[in-house]
T-cell receptor, first 117, second 111 residues
Framework: EAGVAQSPRYKIIEKRQSVAFWCNPI?????LYWYQQILGQGPKLLIQ????????DSQLPKDRFSAERLKGVDSTLKIQPAKLEDSAVYLC???????????????FGPGTRLTVL | GQQVMQIPQYQHVQEGEDFTTYCNSS?????IQWYKQRPGGHPVFLIQ?????EVKKQKRLTFQFGEAKKNSSLHITATQTTDVGTYFC???????????FGSGTRLSIRP
C-alpha cells in the first residue's frame, strides 16, 4: 500500500513570498490533516478535512494560510505571505474515517521542511 | 483551551534500562494515541487506547490509559538503541474531533 505523498520535501523562501505544499493521501482515506511542527514541539493541527469538507480549521491562521481539498482526494496548503515564524515542517496525514470513537490510525507523510529567511 | 502535557521533556538512559513517559490532559479524552518520531522522520502510529483503565502491550512497550481518561503512560522495558526518538501522545476531546498532540518526550540511549 502506498503511503501519504508530499511535495516538495524542502523549500526555502524569503519572508513575504508565497509557498504551496501538496499532499496525496492514501487511496480511500476520507480524512486528511495538515499539521505544523515547529522544531522541538509536537505537531499542531492546522486543518482537518472529511472528504472535501472542512471539519476543523480553528488553528489555521486564515489571514495568511489557506487549504483546499478539491474532489476529496489531493490537498494543497498555501502560505501567502510567509513570515519568519512559519519556518517549520508541514506534515500531511490521512486516516480512513476520522471519527473520534473508532480505532482510526493516522498515517503521516514525510513532511515538507519550510525555511523562511 | 485544552492542553496535553508530557513529562519528562528529555530522557537519556543506558541501553537496557527502562523508560517511562507520562501524558496528562487538562480535559477528559475520548481516546488517546501514541506516536513515535525518529530523528528527521515523521510520526508513526503506535497504538490507540479507548477504554478507561485500558492496558495494552506491544513486545517491550506497555501503554496505559488512566481511569479518569485524563492521563496515559508509555513504558519501555529494557531499552534498545532502536527505541531512540520522540514519543508523542495525542488525543481528541470528548466533545470534538480536533486532535491535540502532547509536547513529546525525547529518548536518547547510551550504548
Amino acid at each position: 500500500e502506498a503511503g501519504v505523498a508530499q511535495s516538495p520535501r524542502y523549500k526555502i523562501i524569503e519572508k513575504r513570498q508565497s509557498v504551496a505544499f501538496w499532499c496525496n493521501p492514501i487511496s480511500g482515506h476520507a480524512t486528511l490533516y495538515w499539521y505544523q511542527q515547529i522544531l522541538g514541539q509536537g505537531p499542531k493541527l492546522l486543518i482537518q478535512f472529511q472528504n472535501n469538507g472542512v471539519v476543523d480549521d480553528s488553528q489555521l491562521p486564515k489571514d495568511r494560510f489557506s487549504a483546499e481539498r478539491l474532489k476529496g482526494v489531493d490537498s494543497t496548503l498555501k502560505i501567502q505571505p510567509a513570515k519568519l515564524e512559519d519556518s517549520a515542517v508541514y506534515l500531511c496525514a490521512s486516516s480512513l474515517e476520522g471519527g473520534i470513537n473508532i480505532e482510526d490510525t493516522q498515517y503521516f507523510g514525510p513532511g515538507t521542511r519550510l525555511t523562511v529567511l | 483551551g485544552q492542553q496535553v502535557m508530557q513529562i519528562p521533556q528529555y530522557q537519556h538512559v543506558q541501553e537496557g534500562e527502562d523508560f517511562t513517559t507520562y501524558c496528562n490532559s487538562s480535559t477528559t479524552l475520548s481516546n488517546i494515541q501514541w506516536y513515535k518520531q525518529r530523528p528527521g522522520g515523521h510520526p508513526v502510529f503506535l497504538i490507540q487506547l479507548v477504554k478507561s483503565g485500558e492496558v495494552k502491550k506491544q513486545k517491550r512497550l506497555t501503554f496505559q490509559f488512566g481511569e479518569a481518561k485524563k492521563n496515559s503512560s508509555l513504558h519501555i522495558t529494557a531499552t534498545q538503541t532502536t527505541d531512540v526518538g520522540t514519543y508523542f501522545c495525542a488525543g481528541p476531546r470528548s466533545s470534538a474531533s480536533k486532535i491535540i498532540f502532547g509536547s513529546g518526550t525525547r529518548l536518547s540511549i547510551r550504548p
